[in-house]
């Protein structure tokens, strides 16, 4: 209706805002706002369930898989890999300190960014060092033999990475750099 147009909230007023959904539902509805902020609480918990769940799988198959210590793949009675899940827990106190939810976002992002410009990358690779292997599926949309969808997404990926703060940088240079020595101290140990 016109006559609600007058209880918009200014969108400098919105930009400037640090919760600008609770800012939009104006000052007239505080029960709005109170549903708000539990529905955003209870979404942010359950992301952090949900990746605390999928980080300890992911450091349980690679444990199984030999590249990393063969602790984390050990299982209980009911097949949960615990030890990956403590240390998957451990790993998540570590980030409390630093207590913004924007840089502790941005490490997950540059994460996941990083994630998809590896499968775009493995995508164009194979295309050139194992043509002859057989695949359940194939890319659509080439020019000669560049596949343009994984470039396209690849190119994507890194601009969108790019993006970050520096000290989200900071951070993954200094994981990548602890996984690193991980990893070069496993394989020395390893007889060739």
């Known amino acids: 209706r016109i006559d609600e147009v007058d209880d918009l909230t200014p969108a400098g007023e919105l930009a400037e805002s640090q919760s600008p959904l609770v800012t939009a539902l104006g000052p ?9 902020g539990a529905i955003a609480l209870f979404a942010t918990a359950n992301t952090a369930l949900i990746t ?18 063969r602790a984390l793949a050990r299982l209980t009675s009911r097949g949960t890999p ?24 941005g490490l997950s992002s540059l994460g996941a960014l990083a994630a998809f410009t590896a499968v ?16 359940p599926f194939r890319v659509p949309g080439r020019i000669g033999r560049v596949p343009v969808l994984p470039v396209l997404g690849a190119l994507t990926a890194v601009a969108l990475a790019t993006q970050l703060p520096r000290d989200v940088y900071a951070a993954a240079a200094a994981l990548a750099a602890l996984l690193l020595v991980i990893h070069w101290i496993r394989r020395v140990g390893r007889p060739c």
């Open 120 to 135: 775009n990358a493995a995508l164009i690779l194979l295309r050139y060092r194992r043509p002859e292997l057989e695949r």
């Open 52 to 69: 605390l769940i999928v980080t300890s799988r992911m450091l349980f198959g690679m444990a199984r898989a030999g590249d990393l210590p």
């Open 82 to 105: 615990w030890v990956a899940a403590v240390a998957s827990l451990i790993a998540a106190a570590l980030l409390l300190p630093f207590g913004r939810v924007s840089f502790v976002g």
């Open 28 to 36: 007239g509805r505080p029960y709005a706002a109170r549903a708000l």
